[in-house]
């Protein structure tokens, strides 16, 4: 004969998404039952470990209340700091007023154990003039090509642009300010083509000119 199946009856408890609220509610529960429950009375291994429960959920609360205790430190040690560091950051403000206000040079800057900025350029200097041009073609076809300012870093600068025949007489080439200019003309035919920073009403030298042959 086959053996008896006993069936299991499961308490429904995910323990692993309780937070300690839950748990100390649901320990609570278990030890107050523990007094009349008779599979507990019943079982003295059980009742051990219901006891050992008791303690640990004793420990737990003790130990939260020192977790909540140092986040209240914390919060009041991160305010102090933020304070006192504003402090140090205003006496910092008021030794760069004093020392930049009198330093003469660079050297001066450096001596007071301040880091020296470069100068700045004067806002009615014209820009710097653009130092190389990329000519580039295209894979296919003829007739064209491409002109472009090489810019290095992040920032982007208004370029004008002009194109000549005989690198003397010149006139506009293209239309905006971008830093890339199409040429086009006769297969075989040469052109200048030089260019200009442009800021606001400044605009700087003009470039050397390079030579275009058009494919």
Do not use: C
Not at 120 to 134: E, G, I, K, S, W
Not at 141 to 157: D, L, S, Y
Not at 190 to 207: C, N
């Amino acid at each position: 004969m086959g053996r008896t199946l006993v069936p299991r009856y499961l308490a429904a408890l995910e323990l692993s998404a309780f937070d300690d609220t839950e748990l100390h509610k649901l320990v609570a529960d278990v030890v107050a039952s523990s007094k009349t429950s008779p599979l507990v009375l019943g079982d003295p291994t059980l009742a051990v470990i219901i006891a050992a429960l008791a303690t640990s959920d004793a420990d737990l609360t003790t130990a939260g209340t020192a977790v909540d205790t140092d986040r209240n430190k914390l919060r009041l040690d991160i305010a102090a700091e933020a304070k006192v560091r504003s402090v140090v950051v205003g006496f910092l403000r008021l030794v760069v007023t004093a020392v930049t206000n009198v330093a003469a040079s660079p050297a001066e800057v450096q001596a007071a154990g301040l880091p020296a900025a470069p100068p700045r350029v004067p806002a009615n200097q014209p820009p710097a003039t653009p130092q190389q041009l990329d000519v580039t073609f295209p894979r296919t076809g003829h007739g064209k090509a491409t002109v472009t300012v090489h810019e290095t870093g992040t920032r982007r600068h208004a370029y004008a642009a002009q194109q000549s025949l005989d690198g003397v007489h010149w006139i506009q080439l293209g239309v905006g300010q971008g830093k890339t200019r199409a040429v086009t003309g006769a297969s075989g035919s040469q052109l200048w083509v030089r260019f200009a920073m442009v800021r606001g009403q400044l605009q700087s030298p003009w470039s050397t000119p390079v030579l275009v042959t058009l494919p």
